[in-house]
């Protein structure tokens, strides 16, 4: 069975400092994705990162960074010089092959405050 | 970017009463689309997976007869929540997959049941 673990409900930043969001998982595939994606209060769904299990190098997006550990399953987002406009709702989700086809599974979400 | 749409993006309906959302993907084909259903402060929960021209495979847990799924053509999905309870009321969001497996989400019905 696949599972995505996100330890932190809430978390809070100092405008212009990093952040790491935690993110473990567990699947027995030996071939999935992980994804990073950022939820507004607007509802939509916004992908910010991707990490496939064979890359060899973390994942990089402008200022979103995918630090994996793969012999740890951990899929930390790390937001540098965070902005206002990042407070918003961040879930990590693993999608790999299963019985049917793919399918995506989303953490918990770890709500993200930037502070002034 | 792929788009997908939505509609409609908000419904108020009264309880026993029906309610169908579209899902579209506007500028590709979409063999395969996802339902979500997201509860206040939740996380998405996968519903179904609805593949064009087949039934659609139900997560555990989700009444099929509930909450029909038809995807008729490889750009439009629809589900059905009928005989609609205020516990159905949530944020249903769908996603659809292109030939790349890459999968692009739409923005969103809110559902509200009086």
């Known amino acids: 069975a696949q599972k995505i673990t996100q330890t932190q409900p809430g978390m809070f930043v100092q405008e212009k400092e990093a952040v790491t969001l935690d993110c473990t998982y567990d699947?027995?595939?030996?071939?999935?994705?992980l994804f990073w994606y950022k939820q507004p209060s607007s509802g939509e769904m916004i992908f910010l990162i991707y990490?496939?299990?064979?890359?060899?190098q973390n994942a990089t997006e402008g200022r979103y960074s995918l630090n994996f550990q793969k012999a740890r399953k951990s899929a930390n987002l790390v937001i540098s010089a965070s902005q206002l406009g990042d407070s918003a709702m961040y879930f990590c989700?693993?999608?790999?092959?299963?019985?049917?086809?793919?399918?995506?599974?989303f953490g918990a979400g770890t709500r993200l405050f930037v502070k002034a | 970017g792929a788009v997908v749409s939505q509609h409609p993006s908000w419904v108020i309906c009264k309880s026993g009463t029906s309610v169908k959302i579209e899902c579209r993907s506007l500028?590709?084909?979409?063999?395969?689309m996802f339902w979500y259903r997201q509860f206040p402060k939740q996380s998405l929960m996968l519903m179904a997976t609805?593949?064009?021209?087949?039934?659609?495979?139900?997560e555990q847990g989700v009444e099929k007869d509930k909450f029909l799924i038809n995807h008729a053509s490889l750009t439009l999905s629809t589900l059905t929540v009928t005989s609609a309870h205020p516990e159905d009321s949530s944020f249903y969001i769908c996603?659809?997959?292109?030939?790349?497996?890459?999968?692009?989400f739409g923005p969103g019905t809110r559902l509200t049941v009086l």
């Open positions: 699947t027995s595939d030996p071939s999935y994705g």
């Open positions: 989700a693993m999608r790999g092959l299963n019985t049917g086809g793919f399918k995506t599974i």
């Open positions: 609805s593949n064009e021209g087949s039934k659609a495979t139900y």
């Open positions: 990490q496939g299990s064979y890359d060899q």
């Open positions: 996603s659809a997959e292109n030939r790349d497996n890459e999968q692009f």
């Open positions: 500028d590709f084909q979409a063999t395969t």
